[in-house]
């Protein structure tokens, strides 16, 4: 087997899973997905498709149909103006495009820089494609922002592109059109190109997504990934997408048309109709996570684990350093004694080490139960916490 | 209407059993503005009420039969529908009632305790009105969805319990 390969380990949310999914009466906050089903009239666009026989592969690139309505999805958007026949890629969900697009793009030993915590595929896609992986740790003082300072002094002449994701998973952090642009201006500096996933867009609370390609000279150098799956609930179709310059996306193309061929019709088929008719849907969507978020921060912070306020995606990310426990303890404690599950923060990089990410993907009966489980927990960890210092 | 208010009523529009607690922490406002913007709110009858939707079929004790009746009528002059309409309305029997596009004029609903009751009803009290020109009747004979609620849906999560 490749050494690369054989040393890289599996995600650290894989082994969460297992010890999870062998207790029962479980309430998850460890799910990384909507909890409502794709709307209706979407699966119904589908099955549709499928009684009429679409079910073909499509060009390489996706459906023409497709990749109009995506166009003129970020156009309407993010103001961004690309050309369907040349700049976009269909792809097997967003996770397709960030490994086409690093394996497009870099030569052995080219750096990829990646803001942690993050997404747990960005450092294996990056070492697959033969990349290095230099991470830049961001902090909780900071919400979890990219700071330019720490960007740039990860530089080094082999940095070729910037690897990032906002609104964050896990942290549900967002940065502002200002903040971005301070990053904009190291990336012209030291030519870097951008991987900007921003799958979490449509799910930015207080004020809007600004994408990282729609500031001034940017588009040249960003590769805009997005998809279906986080904002119209639609995971489990794997549908995804990137935008990007001609020269990029051809050869983003060449590696999908040898490995991929195309995203599946029936996926394709349902994001027309997402695109078409479902950002209505989305809103609706966006404004039960809102509530959710708002219920969920507040009542970690009432039980007594400090977390700061996200503003995107379905995620918090609360601070348990001062149980004295690790994350991994205190995930694996919280499940075998509460059942409730969570995932530990340094599962997304080491700097996620003291937190846990908690869904709000979840009901608002499931977060309350949930809570309560968390507050009995704490009430007994920390106190025994404190006659073992008492003691001392 | 301001943003907070139309969060508030679409989060009891789902449930409007939920806390004033923990509508509160959602909305991020203290509890007594919860409970006044909702008092103001049912004050002036945007919040009209609160109801349940019961499955009495699995009660096991249910004789009701449901009708919807197509009524066709004359409006009358200045006020169109409006007053036969609230009329009609007045009947406890009744439980909704809506102006129509097309065919017909108003939709009825009925509930009585028996097949005889509603025709009763609709030939000696809805087709003797004033106005009325004709109705059409028919009896329901299952519910599968109700108030944006589905009757029998054993709704599962399907997604693992764990994913990045």
Redesign the interface.
């Known amino acids: 087997m490749k050494k690369n390969i054989k040393e890289m380990p599996f995600?650290g949310?894989r082994k969460?899973?297992d010890l999870?999914?062998g207790i029962k009466g479980?309430i998850?906050l460890?799910?990384?997905?909507p909890?409502f089903i794709t709307p209706w009239h979407i699966c119904e666009a589908s099955v549709y498709s499928l009684e009429k026989g679409y079910t073909n592969y499509t060009s390489n690139c996706g459906l023409e149909e497709l990749r109009r309505e995506i166009t003129g999805y970020l156009l309407k958007r993010f103001n961004l103006q690309y050309d369907y026949s040349r700049e976009i890629v269909v792809t097997v969900g967003a996770s397709e495009a960030i490994d086409i697009a690093l394996r497009s793009v870099l030569e052995p030993g080219d750096e990829v820089i990646i803001p942690e915590p993050c997404?747990?595929?960005y450092k294996p896609c990056t070492v697959m494609a033969g990349g290095v992986v230099k991470t830049v740790a961001t902090r909780e003082a900071d919400h979890f922002k990219l700071r330019p300072e720490d960007l740039e002094k990860a530089i080094t002449p082999r940095s070729k592109v910037l690897l990032m994701c906002y609104p964050n998973?896990p942290t549900g952090a967002v940065m502002t059109e200002k903040e971005l642009q301070a990053i904009a201006g190291i990336a012209e500096k030291y030519d870097l190109l951008v991987i900007a996933d921003e799958i979490y867009s449509e799910l930015t609370y207080d004020g809007e997504h600004v994408s990282f390609a729609s500031l001034p000279r940017m588009k040249e150098r960003t590769v805009l990934v997005n998809g279906f799956s986080k904002s119209f609930a639609m995971t489990g179709w794997r549908v995804g997408y990137a935008a990007a310059p001609e020269d990029i996306a051809v050869a983003m193309l060449k590696i999908h048309q040898y490995t991929i061929m195309c995203a599946p019709i029936m996926g394709q088929m349902a994001a027309i109709e997402a695109l078409k008719n479902g950002v209505g849907e989305v809103k609706k969507m966006a404004?039960q996570y809102d509530?959710?978020r708002?219920?969920i921060v507040?009542?970690l912070r009432q039980i007594g684990l400090p977390c700061f306020e996200p503003k995107g995606a379905f995620y918090a990310f609360p601070s348990v350093k001062f149980t004295g426990m690790s994350s991994q303890e205190f995930c694996e404690t919280l499940l075998n004694e509460e059942k409730v599950?969570v995932?530990p923060g340094d599962a997304f990089g080491r700097c996620g080490e003291g937190y846990i990410r908690c869904s709000y993907a979840a009901s608002?009966e499931q977060i309350?139960e949930a809570l309560n489980r968390m507050e009995k927990f704490l009430e007994r960890h920390v106190k025994k916490q404190r006659t073992i210092y008492a003691v001392r | 209407m301001d943003d907070i208010k139309v969060r508030l009523l679409q989060a009891l529009e789902q449930n409007h059993r939920i806390t004033t607690c923990t509508l509160a922490t959602m909305l991020d406002l203290p509890e007594n503005e919860v409970k006044n913007i909702i008092k103001e709110l049912e004050d002036v009858k945007i919040i009209l009420g609160y109801v349940t939707l019961i499955d009495w079929e699995k009660t096991g004790n249910n004789d009701n039969v449901t009708a919807i009746i197509d009524v066709q009528m004359t409006p009358q002059r200045d006020v169109g529908f409006d007053v036969i309409a609230e009329r009609i309305c007045r009947f406890p029997e009744v439980t909704s009632v809506y102006l129509m596009s097309g065919g017909y004029d108003l939709s009825v609903m009925v509930e009585g305790t028996s097949l005889k009751q509603v025709a009763f009803f609709v030939s000696e009290k809805l087709a003797t009105m004033e106005n009325v020109q004709s109705t059409a009747t028919h009896f329901v004979l299952k519910k599968y969805k109700q108030n944006g609620i589905v009757f029998n849906d054993d709704k599962k999560d399907h997604r693992l319990v764990i994913t990045p």
């Not at chain 1, 460890?30 to 997905?33: I, K, L, P, Q, S």
């Open positions: 995600s949310i969460f899973f999870a999914s479980v998850s460890g799910v990384g997905e909890d997404f747990v595929a998973n404004g509530r959710r708002s219920l507040n009542g599950a995932v608002v309350t």
